[in-house]
Each structure stands twice: as structure tokens, then as C-alpha cells.
Nanobody, 115 residues
Framework: QVQLVESGGGLVQPGGSLTLSCAASGFRFSMYAMSWYRQPPGKERELVAQITSTGAAINYPDSVKGRFTISRDNPKSTVYLQMNSLKPEDTAVYYC????????WGQGTQVTVSS
């Protein structure tokens, strides 16, 4: 069956770094655009990064541009989110999403930025 499993979340101090991974299975990963979203406590889910199936196009909102980097490894069916210079306002549950006709979501991983 289709699975998206995020990992790599945790507690980090402001200014620190984390790398999230999302391992996919059960569908043709290389055909899907992949995205990372986050949902801060009490707020709506928001896009933080997206990458096309080949990696040719990448987009970020201004809130994370220059700090976050999305990448993918199609042979490993995995998408990554490198997060640097983390701020308390980056605290959220982070989700990966696969889109190509169908849409699939992972279960999320908690990132907490706090001293």
C-alpha cells in the first residue's frame, strides 16, 4: 500500500539545523511532485517547499527561503528537507505530500525549536 513515512524531527535550539526525510513506497515516486508542509500549533497547514518529479523546479515561500532546502533521491524514493538557522516560529508538525493526479500525505513529524 501507499506509504509516506517522515523522520528526523525533534527538539533543536534556535539557530540549529535538522534534516527531515520522507521515505515513499507503494507508488511510482519518480513521477510525483513532492512537497513539504507544516502545521504550527493552532494554525493552518502551510507549504514550505516543493520540488518537481525530476527536481528541475523548486519553490519556497519567503518565510523559509535561504534557510530550507528540499531535495530528492528518486532511486531511493526519498525526499529531504534540510532546515538551517531554525527559529521558534518554525515549530510545527512537518508533513510530506506526493502529487501526480492522486495526492498522498505522510503522518507528520514534530519539529520543536526552543532553548
Amino acid at each position: 500500500q501507499v506509504q509516506l513515512v517522515e523522520s528526523g524531527g525533534g527538539l533543536v535550539q534556535p539557530g540549529g539545523s535538522l534534516t527531515l526525510s520522507c521515505a515513499a513506497s507503494g507508488f511510482r515516486f519518480s513521477m510525483y511532485a513532492m512537497s513539504w508542509y507544516r502545521q504550527p500549533p493552532g494554525k493552518e497547514r502551510e507549504l514550505v517547499a516543493q520540488i518537481t518529479s525530476t527536481g528541475a523546479a523548486i519553490n519556497y515561500p519567503d518565510s523559509v527561503k535561504g534557510r530550507f532546502t528540499i531535495s530528492r533521491d528518486n532511486p531511493k524514493s526519498t525526499v529531504y528537507l534540510q532546515m538551517n538557522s531554525l527559529k521558534p516560529e518554525d515549530t510545527a508538525v512537518y508533513y510530506c505530500k506526493a502529487t501526480w493526479g492522486n495526492t498522498y500525505w505522510g503522518q507528520g513529524t514534530q519539529v520543536t525549536v526552543s532553548s
